[in-house]
C-alpha cells in the first residue's frame, strides 16, 4: 500500500488549497482513509476521516467547517479542501490508512499501518 500527497504550499490567511492522496494497492473505496497534521514542536493531530464503504466524514473542532474531505474512487484518491485557512494551519499533512480501523479509534495515528511522506501547508499572518 502506497499513499502519495500533494497540493501543499505557502499560502496567506483566508485563502484556500486543495490537497490530494493518491492511493496504490488498495481500492479505497473499501477503507477509510484519514488526514493528520504535524505542526513544529507538536505531536500529529487528526483533522479529518472518510469511513469506508459510505460517504460519512469526521472533522476535528479545530477544522469543522473549513475543510472538507472527499474520495473520487476512479481515481482512488483522497482529497482535503481547506478553506479559510489560519496561521495554525501551518504543518505537514499526511494521509494515512488501515485495515482494520474502527470509529471509536480513527483520530488515534497510532491505529494507522499506512502513511503518505507528508506535504508541508504553510499559511502567512
Known amino acids: 500500500v502506497q499513499l502519495v500527497e500533494s497540493g501543499g504550499g505557502l499560502v496567506q490567511t483566508g485563502d484556500s488549497l486543495r490537497l490530494s492522496c493518491v492511493v496504490s494497492g488498495i481500492m479505497i473505496g473499501r477503507f477509510s482513509v484519514a488526514w493528520f497534521r504535524q505542526g513544529p514542536g507538536k505531536e500529529r493531530e487528526f483533522v479529518a476521516a472518510i469511513w469506508r464503504s459510505t460517504t460519512n466524514t469526521y472533522y476535528a473542532d479545530s477544522v469543522k467547517g473549513r475543510f472538507t474531505i472527499s474520495r473520487d474512487n476512479t481515481e482512488n484518491t483522497v482529497y482535503l479542501q481547506m478553506n479559510s485557512l489560519k496561521p495554525e494551519d501551518t504543518a505537514v499533512y499526511y494521509c494515512?490508512?488501515?485495515?482494520?480501523?474502527?470509529?471509536?479509534?480513527?483520530?488515534?495515528?497510532?491505529?494507522?499501518?499506512?502513511w503518505g511522506q507528508g506535504t508541508q501547508v504553510s499559511v502567512s499572518s
Open positions: 494515512a490508512t488501515d485495515k482494520g480501523l474502527i470509529l471509536s479509534s480513527m483520530r488515534s495515528p497510532s491505529m494507522y499501518d499506512y
